[in-house]
């Protein structure tokens, strides 16, 4: 007869190897699942964008000046130099003509005219160079807005000139304020051309 403690040690041995054989579940994680790639997008290579810089411009036309240009510029330049002088000359005999009439220094008697005179030259040969070198260089966009002031104001200091030397100074003979009137208007023009002068230096 077989002992109970016998049956009870094999009953016990056979169901601990029936459930150590069976697979045990094994839990997996959710992030260690692959999931399929989003498709990306191939751009052609056939295909290319031309950017804003690449886009072709148009070139400026070359401006070619002539010899008589440059020449005309050297006269009206070395001119403009001879204009203070004259302008200190006329300011200075036509304030003693001015304060002291027939009685005024004969320096001052003797220069005014010829300053006068003088300036009435420079001014209209100016015009002339000055003139002619604008239209020559009416296409060239550089500095033209420079140019266009100067020869404004320019051409105003000289219709300025033109009415104190011919007018004004008829009646400055006889009259004391046609004399003040005739300064005043000189001394205008003198500060016009003066401005306009600088204009261009300055900008040079």
Do not use: C
Not at 124 to 139: D, H, I, Q, S
Request: hydrophobic share 45%; aromatic share 8%.
């Amino acid at each position: 007869m077989i002992p109970i403690t016998d049956v009870a040690i094999g009953f016990l041995m056979t169901w601990q190897a029936a459930v150590t054989s069976a697979p045990l579940p094994v839990s997996i994680p959710s992030d260690s699942i692959p999931t399929p790639r989003a498709a990306t997008s191939v751009q052609p290579v056939g295909l290319l964008r031309l950017s804003a810089d690449t886009i072709p411009r148009t070139r400026r036309k070359a401006i070619v000046y002539s010899d008589a240009y440059s020449t005309r510029l050297r006269i009206h330049k070395v001119l403009s130099w001879g204009m203070l002088p004259l302008f200190a000359a006329s300011y200075f005999s036509g304030d003693q003509l001015l304060e002291k009439g027939t009685d005024a220094p004969s320096w001052a008697r003797t220069m005014h005219a010829p300053a006068a005179t003088g300036s009435a030259i420079l001014f209209g040969a100016n015009t002339v160079t000055g003139g002619w070198n604008l239209w020559e260089g009416r296409k060239d966009p550089n500095g033209r807005n420079r140019r266009i002031l100067h020869s404004v104001l320019f051409t105003a200091a000289s219709g300025g000139f033109a009415y104190a030397g011919t007018k004004l100074a008829d009646d400055a003979q006889e009259n004391m304020n046609a004399r003040r009137t005739h300064r005043n208007v000189a001394l205008g023009s003198m500060g016009l051309s003066t401005v306009s002068w600088l204009i261009m230096l300055i900008g040079n």
